[in-house]
């Protein structure tokens, strides 16, 4: 049993930067990988991009290089997703999961519950 509580969301302007938190209990958070998923009004959910367990970088998809960061703190058992340069395009409810190492961007363990992430322009 593990559970995964978010934070961060809220309204802003576009230009400007949001970070959200990814709080996780009741298992050993350096055995998963972290990935980040988004999920706009009227469409699919959509990878974000993820951090492994260790020392390697993390993966983004196309769409966020470059604006969107992913780490994490094994020590506080967090990871955060910093965005930066934020559009109404990235308008989305915004939720944390732990995944297996090294499975598929699209395989998870566990979800947060979300967060939502708002954009006016």
């Known amino acids: 049993q593990v559970q995964l509580v978010e934070s961060g969301g809220g309204l802003v302007q576009a230009g400007v930067s949001l970070r959200l938190a990814c709080l996780a209990s009741?298992?050993?958070?350096?055995?998963?990988?972290v990935a980040w998923f988004r999920q706009a009004p009227g469409k699919a959910r959509q990878f974000v991009g993820r951090?492994?367990?260790?020392?390697?970088?993390?993966y983004y998809i196309d769409a966020v290089k470059g604006g969107f960061t992913i780490s994490r703190d094994n020590a506080t058992n967090t990871a955060h997703l910093q965005m930066n340069r934020l559009t109404p395009d990235d308008t989305a409810v915004y939720s944390c999961?732990?995944?297996?190492?090294?499975?598929?961007?699209?395989?998870?363990?566990?979800w947060g519950q979300g967060t939502q992430v708002t954009v006016s322009s």
């Open positions: 999961a732990l995944q297996r190492p090294y499975s598929g961007y699209n395989t998870v363990l566990y």
């Open positions: 009741g298992s050993t958070f350096s055995n998963y990988f």
């Open positions: 951090i492994a367990s260790g020392a390697e970088s993390p």
